[in-house]
């Protein structure tokens, strides 16, 4: 039998070193829960970066994948295909939009709204060719692509990639006079996190998105909410602009779409912005295919009942209490809303990085963001039990660095 070392080594030999994995191998879960290739089992408290709100093997979205593996996978957007009607029509009601544009990767699903974006501006507001401006925020985290590193404010997604795309203003997040600031006539989007996962789960302060949107209404801008890893029942809402009742103008969407099987992405708007989108002026071979759309329609069903919704509150609530209480005990800060927490450690017991490694040999499966902050993201289906269980082996890990 191959060892847990074996396979480290040579995937670290043959593979680029894009990533920098806790010495883990995982070799099958379900639920909340995943085991090594050693048979040890771990509570998986990332869901991969939340795409696996709903559980590994959630039997609803399996059931769905597998049905529609036996029919029929691929067409391409070259011909309809009889599942994507239903994933269209679900994910416009379940957004509030008229319509939706499918694509693959969060990345994707984020260049698909600057592009709309640009082109609304220069189509619908009157924006000069070329001279679209786009307001994002410091610390924002929006994927991987050229264009979306160019406006990185953190050095390892940004430094030695360019010549970066032009067209973006880095404002400071969480702040409207520094929206208010840096709009002027060719402003066509203000595009941000509601709240910033990568950046350490960051909320910005009461009222924020609200500001946000009455800015964007009254200076004819977009709002364009990357909700990819905020939204689809991770925060206690369906998107976490609900918690202020905003209506983003653009819903960007990926993660947890996808039910932790496929990649699926999408946009979702109104007619008058993703109306100025024609044929062959934005694709992907793979966007929208039956396999994409089988699995999303399940996810939106099971989003559909607000069960998911309000287990991520409750478990929120009792995560959020029970870390609090770690405060000057090993933590210094904890930040979040519904089932999601960034925890700062007290930077002088130990990194994030050392934490998440101490976690593990503890049976948890966390990750660090920034310095000495880690986040805690279980599938929505853990139980109240096996949540408890982790923050006492957060307690007990806090305790062994501290003696
Ligand atoms: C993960 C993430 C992305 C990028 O998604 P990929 O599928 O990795 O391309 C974009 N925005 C946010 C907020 C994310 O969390």
Request: charged share 20%; net charge negative; aromatic share 6%.
């Amino acid at each position: 039998m191959t060892t847990t070392n074996e396979l480290i080594e040579l995937s670290e030999r043959r593979s680029a070193h894009n990533y920098h994995p806790l010495p883990v191998v995982i070799r099958e879960a379900q639920g909340a829960w995943v085991v090594d290739v050693e048979g040890r089992r771990y509570l998986d408290c990332l869901a991969g970066y939340s795409s696996l709100n709903f559980g590994h093997g959630n039997p609803k979205i399996i059931e769905a994948a597998q049905a529609q593996l036996a029919r029929l996978t691929l067409t391409s957007r070259a011909f309809f295909h009889d599942q994507f009607a239903a994933f269209a029509a679900g994910l416009g009601d379940l957004t509030g939009k008229d319509m939706v544009l499918p694509m693959n990767t969060g990345a994707e699903a984020v260049e698909t709204a600057i592009k709309v974006a640009r082109k609304w501006g220069y189509e619908v507001k009157g924006v000069a060719a070329d001279q679209a401006n786009i307001i994002v925020m410091e610390d924002n985290f929006h994927g991987r692509t050229t264009t979306i590193v160019s406006f990185s404010t953190d050095p390892d997604a940004h430094d030695g990639f360019g010549p970066y795309t032009p067209g973006f203003r880095v404002v400071k997040y969480g702040s409207i006079e520094a929206i208010r600031e840096a709009v002027d006539a060719n402003t066509v989007a203000v595009l941000l996190e509601p709240i910033q996962g990568e950046a350490g789960v960051l909320v910005p302060p009461d009222g924020y998105l609200t500001q946000v949107r009455e800015l964007c209404t009254a200076e004819n801008i977009l709002m364009i909410a990357d909700e990819i890893q905020s939204g689809l029942g991770r925060t206690g809402d369906t998107f976490a602009c609900d918690h202020e009742n905003v209506v983003p103008d653009v819903y960007v969407l990926g993660k947890a779409l996808g039910g932790g099987v496929v990649p699926v992405s999408a946009i979702a708007a109104n007619a008058d912005v993703l109306g100025v989108i024609k044929p062959g002026q934005h694709g992907s071979t793979f966007g929208g295919n039956p396999l994409a759309c089988a699995v999303a329609s399940a996810v939106i069903d099971l989003l559909g009942t607000g069960e998911y919704q309000r287990r991520a509150a409750e478990l929120g609530a009792v995560l959020h209490e029970r870390l609090n209480a770690l405060v000057g005990r090993g933590v210094v800060a904890v930040r979040g809303r519904g089932l999601w927490a960034g925890v700062d450690i007290d930077p002088s017991l130990a990194t994030g990085r050392q934490v998440s490694e101490a976690l593990m040999r503890h049976g948890v499966l966390a990750k660090d963001t920034h310095g000495s902050t880690i986040r805690l993201a279980p599938p929505i289906v853990v139980t109240e039990e096996d949540l408890s269980w982790a923050v006492d082996r957060l307690a007990d890990v806090l305790a062994e660095l501290s003696a």
